[in-house]
């Protein structure tokens, strides 16, 4: 049996990943097409409207026990959350406004509006400029860039396009995270309509960069690591890398993955990568 990704949502980002949730259950005010996800943090209660889609406005949390949140429960009626702290033995009633959650939501926007404030400088900065202009640079290079022939223009780019344009935008995911991309836009619509998607448009893609990448960017600290792992010891007791030996590494590895990927496949090299 093999199991496969069906998609990646950024969740609610509130300083610590989530300790504990619970679906909510449906109060007689609310509306029974609306679904949503109570939860808490290291030291904070929080909302989530369900589904989860990568809309940060979405979700709500609030300080509940600077010392730390043990444990929480919501009432039969959906009204109510207690949460319980740590070292300060004290137990919070919260009384629950589906009302404001959902008044937030419409306040970021509709459509695309939420994903474009994700990106640096909204849908007018430079950054969305420069992913706008990968992304039709990818349909050219889908195309062939010498080609001679009337080209093609549309709103779409081709699935295997979607690495390269992830990694000019500053994000550079692993190859399982790659396979988990594409297999996520690949089988978006199978369960609907038995038909794998085979290209994705501007709008999908964005979603798809801004719910994949990291949540909170790349830290210093990992930098720092990774050199640390890769480097040595210097005169000084300081670990350092020339800058010979790191490019060395660096195309090294890269034609492992060529040699491996043309003699075992895709399959093969992830076997390997493994071992």
Not at 54 to 75: E, R, V
Not at 100 to 109: H, T
Request: aromatic share 10%; hydrophobic share 35%; net charge negative.
């Amino acid at each position: 049996m093999s199991f496969t990704f069906r998609k990646t949502l950024l969740g609610p980002t509130y300083g610590s990943p989530l300790e504990k949730i619970q679906i909510l259950p449906t109060t007689s005010t609310a509306d029974p097409q609306k679904h949503y996800l109570a939860y808490i943090t290291k030291d904070k209660v929080g909302l989530q409207i369900l589904p989860v889609d990568g809309n940060q406005h979405k979700s709500s949390a609030f300080i509940c026990h600077p010392d730390g949140a043990s444990d929480f429960a919501t009432s039969y009626d959906g009204r109510y959350i207690f949460t319980v702290g740590g070292n300060d033995c004290t137990l919070m009633k919260w009384e629950i406004n589906l009302n404001a959650l959902d008044a937030a939501v419409s306040l970021g926007g509709k459509d695309m509006i939420p994903f474009y404030s994700l990106l640096e400088g909204g849908r007018e900065g430079e950054f969305f400029q420069e992913l706008e202009d990968y992304f039709y640079y990818a349909q050219l290079h889908s195309q062939g860039i010498d080609t001679l022939e009337t080209r093609r223009v549309s709103t779409h780019i081709p699935l295997e396009e979607i690495p390269s344009v992830m990694r000019a935008m500053g994000f550079y995911p692993s190859e399982k995270e790659i396979e988990e991309m594409l297999n996520e836009v690949k089988f978006s619509n199978y369960v609907d309509t038995g038909e794998q998607v085979t290209k994705i448009n501007l709008e999908d893609f964005i979603k798809l960069y801004v719910n994949h990448r990291p949540a909170f960017g790349l830290s210093m600290n990992k930098i720092q690591q990774a050199f640390r792992v890769l480097g040595y010891d210097n005169e000084n007791g300081d670990k350092v890398i020339d800058r010979g030996d790191l490019l060395w590494l660096l195309q090294l590895h890269h034609m492992v993955k060529v040699i491996a990927t043309k003699i075992l496949g895709n399959q093969g090299f992830s076997q390997c990568e493994k071992g």
